[in-house]
């Protein structure tokens, strides 16, 4: 079994930055790859990001192309989400995820293992 923990939500002006992280720990954590999801009030949840086992490929949601950037450390069992000029439509609960296969999904079916989420709130 493989738990992810989330850290560095928090309040945010319009514009500014965050830095996620998603520590995997429990069962080693190769050959899966990582994505992440946010949950606003109200809205399903949506897919953000996702990377490959290796780092070698990665996908964007529409809206934070050019805004995130995902990466991990596999030394470190860490995944990072980068976030730049943030908006309040922003605003949510972020959650990483591990999937069961290393090269980039989609899906939220397709993971298996989850993190209790981290609150980032954009306002001013």
């Known amino acids: 079994q493989v738990q992810l923990v989330e850290s560095g939500g928090g309040l945010v002006q319009p514009g500014g930055s965050l830095t996620l992280s998603c520590a995997a720990s429990?069962?080693?954590?190769?050959?899966?790859?990582m994505g992440w999801f946010r949950q606003a009030p109200g809205k399903d949840r949506e897919f953000v990001a996702a990377?490959?086992?290796?780092?070698?490929?990665?996908l964007y949601e529409d809206s934070v192309k050019g805004r995130f950037t995902i990466s991990r450390d596999n030394a470190k069992s860490t995944g990072y989400l980068q976030m730049n000029s943030l908006k309040p439509e922003d605003t949510a609960v972020y959650y990483c995820?591990?999937?069961?296969?290393?090269?980039?999904?989609?899906?939220?079916?397709?993971?298996?293992?989850w993190g209790q989420g981290t609150q980032v709130t954009v306002s001013s």
């Open positions: 429990g069962r080693a954590f190769t050959n899966h790859a």
């Open positions: 995820a591990g999937a069961h296969v290393p090269w980039v999904v989609v899906g939220s079916s397709t993971y298996a293992y």
């Open positions: 990377i490959s086992w290796g780092g070698d490929n990665t």
